[in-house]
C-alpha cells in the first residue's frame, strides 16, 4: 500500500484527486487530504434541498459533489478526510467494506484513548456523537471508501451550512446538525494539533498496513486530476445539476436513507425519471431509472420491473416495495 498526506486544500481539485485514484490506478492507497471551507453533497443527492445556499455565497463557501453515495457533509481545515483505495473481495457487501475500512481509523483512535466505534449504517461516534460519516464507490472490482473526521471543525458553521430536512426523521422533528456531532479533540487524554493528529494517523496506519511506503504525485498524475478538475469538478452541471419541470414528485424515507423520485407522464408512460438521495450504491441510479422509464406507473408494472433487477445494488438496503412506493 501507498500512502499521501496531500497539502491541496482546493475542495475542487481534492474531489478530482479522489475520482483519478480510484478510475486510473491499481495499486492499494491510503490518503489524508483538508479542504478549505466547502460542503460536499453525495452523488446523488439533490443539491438544493441540502444547502443553505444564502449562508455559502455570502461565506464564499464552496459546494462539490462527490462520487460516493451518502448524506452532505461541512468541510473545513479543522476537519480531516481520509480514503482507501483498494480491490473489492469476492461477494463483499457495503456493510463489509464500511466495517474493512473504518477498522484501521478506530484501532488509531483507541490507541489515543478515544473510545470510538461504528454505528448505523456508516457513522463513526464518541459517546453517541458523530464525527465521521463514510461513503463508498465500487468500480470495476475498485472500492473508494472515504470519510470526514472533525477533529476542531466549526460547529457553528456546519449547523448554518446544512439544511435540516425534517423528512429524514420518522417523527418529522427538525433536529440539530450540530446538536449530533462531536470534534475528536474534545475526547483526547492529551491534547493534540491538527499536524500532530494527521502525523500520527498516517503512521500508524502506514505501520498497520505492512509500512506503506509514500507516494508522490507525477506529472501524469496531475495532468489527470487537472483535467477532471476543469472539466467536471469545478462545474455547475457536476455540483448542482439541472433542475427541469415535473408533473410528479414524490419524497420517502427508509431505513437505508432518504429518496426523492422525480419524473414526467407522457401517454400514460414514465418519462424522464430521476431519483435523488442520500443512499449508498455499487451501481449507477442512471441505469436503473432507464429501466424503469416507458413503464406504467403502477404497481403491479413497477414490481415486476423492479424484481427483474438486481435492485439492492442500486439501492443499497432498499426493498422492492419501497422502491414501487416511492414511484407512485
Known amino acids: 500500500m501507498y500512502y499521501i498526506i496531500d497539502s491541496c486544500t482546493n475542495p475542487y481539485r481534492n474531489l478530482a484527486a479522489e475520482e483519478y485514484l480510484f478510475k486510473s490506478k491499481r495499486d492499494s492507497f ?37 462520487l460516493t453515495g451518502g448524506g452532505a457533509v461541512f468541510h473545513d481545515l479543522g476537519n480531516i478526510n481520509f480514503s482507501f483505495f483498494d480491490n473489492q473481495k469476492h461477494d463483499e457487501s457495503t456493510s463489509d467494506m464500511f466495517l474493512r475500512f473504518t477498522a484501521p481509523i478506530l484501532d488509531a483512535l483507541h490507541s489515543l484513548g478515544v473510545n470510538a466505534s461504528l454505528e448505523g449504517r456508516n457513522d463513526l461516534c464518541i459517546e453517541g456523537k458523530k464525527f465521521s460519516g463514510n ?93 477532471l478538475y476543469s472539466n467536471r469538478y469545478s462545474t455547475d452541471k457536476w455540483n448542482f445539476g439541472l433542475s427541469p419541470h415535473y408533473n410528479f414528485h414524490n419524497i420517502a424515507h427508509y431505513p437505508s436513507g432518504l429518496y426523492e423520485a422525480y419524473y414526467n407522464v407522457d401517454n400514460g408512460h414514465i418519462k424522464d425519471l430521476h431519483i435523488y438521495g442520500d443512499y449508498f450504491f ?26 427483474s433487477m438486481p435492485f439492492r445494488s442500486y439501492f443499497s438496503g432498499v426493498e422492492a416495495e419501497e422502491l414501487v412506493r416511492l414511484l407512485l
Not at 408494472?301 to 423492479?306: N, T
Request: aromatic letters at 8%; one cysteine or more.
Open 30 to 66: 491510503f490518503r489524508l487530504w483538508r479542504n478549505e471551507k466547502a460542503v460536499i453533497v453525495g452523488r446523488y443527492q439533490n443539491t438544493a434541498a441540502e444547502i443553505n445556499r444564502e449562508y455559502l455565497q455570502s461565506h464564499g463557501i464552496a459546494v462539490v459533489r462527490r
Open 135 to 227: 461513503a463508498i464507490a465500487v468500480s470495476h472490482g475498485r472500492i473508494l471508501q472515504h470519510g470526514t473526521l472533525l477533529f476542531n471543525s466549526s460547529m457553528d458553521e456546519l449547523g448554518e451550512a446544512l439544511l435540516n430536512r425534517p423528512e429524514k426523521y420518522q417523527d418529522k422533528a427538525v433536529k440539530s446538525n450540530r446538536a449530533r456531532v462531536t470534534n475528536i479533540s474534545e475526547h483526547l487524554p492529551k491534547p493534540m494539533s491538527v499536524s500532530e493528529f494527521i502525523a500520527y494517523l498516517a503512521d500508524f496506519i502506514s505501520k498497520s498496513e505492512n509500512d506503506a511506503e509514500p507516494y508522490e504525485y507525477s506529472d501524469l498524475d496531475k495532468t489527470g486530476m487537472d483535467f
Open 282 to 307: 455499487t451501481l449507477p441510479t442512471e441505469d436503473f431509472c432507464r429501466a424503469i422509464n416507458g413503464s406504467a406507473p403502477s404497481e403491479a408494472e413497477l414490481l415486476e420491473r423492479v424484481n
